[in-house]
C-alpha cells in the first residue's frame, strides 16, 4: 500500500472513532485534514488506482455516516434548546403570577 493509501486510511480511522466518541473539535480537525490527504493523493503521480478508489469509497461512506450523524445531533441539541425556552417562558409566567 502507498503513503497516500496509507495516510487516506489512517485520516479515516481517526475520523472514524472520533464520530464514535462525539469529539466535533476533533472531527473539524480531522475533516480538514482529510480533506488536505485527499487532496495530495489525487495530486500524487504514481497512485494505485484501485486502492486509491476503495480508500476513496470508504471515506464517502464514512463521510454519509458522519453527516448522519451531525443532523441527528443538530436535531437532539434542536429538541433541548426548544424545551429549555419553553421552559423560561413557564417560569417567566409563573413570575408573574407568583
Known sequence: MNASAKRLEETGSALREAMVQQDWTAISVLDLECRQVVEAAMSEPRR???VMRQRMQELLGLYRELLDTCQAEQQRVS????QINQSQRTAKIYQLFG
Open 48 to 50: 494505485d488506482e484501485a
Open 79 to 82: 429538541g433541548e434548546l426548544i
